[in-house]
């Protein structure tokens, strides 16, 4: 079965530094997105992304973030000058199609920031 | 903003029981709902999508209901096993298919 996979599982970066997550959405779908889970607390939407460009995001989403789909199967997100409150899991998830809503998950990288 | 509640954040029921958890919302009825389940550590999995002229659907051992004069989704597991245990996650469409979560109920099946 067809699957979301995200590298690396678990990123330590020291703050300030930039750190690069890395998705590939499944090969058919065409709407991906980033959410994140900071411990205990419940997943938050970040950025929506279709037909190269960002259709939505959130207010956590600022200049600090920054999407990309460098080719046809990767997708990126890309957190520049990392603060102790990024630490968090980071979950990519993509849909195939405008109709179809479900999300499809990936396992997740966990990024920790010291 | 649409604010989404999982009144109950952990319930814990024995075995062959059913499981029913809750989720409300303020503010505009969505379109549709749906059901994720989340395992530790684990992105969400989908489960169940019901949309507003559905009253219920169900799926094996799983159903949902969707009542927009309340604002509210019950979930259910019928016949639960410790293999059910989780978190379950509501979630609404806030636009373009981004979605808004509730903070889950954690769910524990006893042997």
């Known amino acids: 079965e067809p699957e979301v996979t995200q590298t690396p599982s678990h990123q330590v970066t020291q703050m300030g530094q930039e750190v690069i997550l890395r998705c590939v959405p499944i090969s058919n779908h065409l709407y991906f997105y980033w959410y994140r889970q900071i411990l205990g607390q419940k997943v938050e939407f970040l950025v929506s992304?279709?037909?190269?460009?960002?259709?939505?995001k959130s207010e956590i989403f600022d200049d600090q973030f920054s999407v990309e789909r460098p080719d046809g199967s990767n997708f990126t997100l890309k957190i520049r000058s990392t603060k102790l409150e990024d630490s968090a899991m980071y979950f990519c998830?993509?849909?195939?199609?405008?109709?179809?809503?479900?999300?499809?998950f990936g396992p997740g990288t966990r990024l920790t920031v010291t | 903003s649409q604010k989404i509640e999982q009144n109950s954040e952990a319930l814990n029921i024995q075995e062959g029981k059913t499981a029913t958890l809750t989720c409300n919302y303020t503010?505009?009825?969505?379109?549709?709902l749906q059901w994720y389940r989340q395992d530790p550590g684990r992105g969400p999995v989908f489960l169940l999508l019901i949309r507003e002229n559905e009253k219920e659907k169900r799926k094996e051992r799983l159903k949902v209901t969707f009542d927009t004069t309340l604002k509210q989704s019950l979930f259910h597991i019928t016949a639960s096993q410790p293999a059910d245990s989780a978190t379950y996650l509501c979630?609404?469409?806030?636009?373009?298919?981004?979605?808004?979560f509730g903070s889950g109920t954690r769910l524990q099946v006893q042997p």
């Open positions: 503010n505009y009825s969505p379109a549709y």
């Open positions: 979630a609404l469409d806030t636009g373009r298919r981004a979605l808004t």
């Open positions: 992304f279709y037909n190269n460009e960002i259709s939505e």
């Open positions: 998830a993509s849909m195939e199609t405008d109709s179809s809503y479900e999300q499809y």
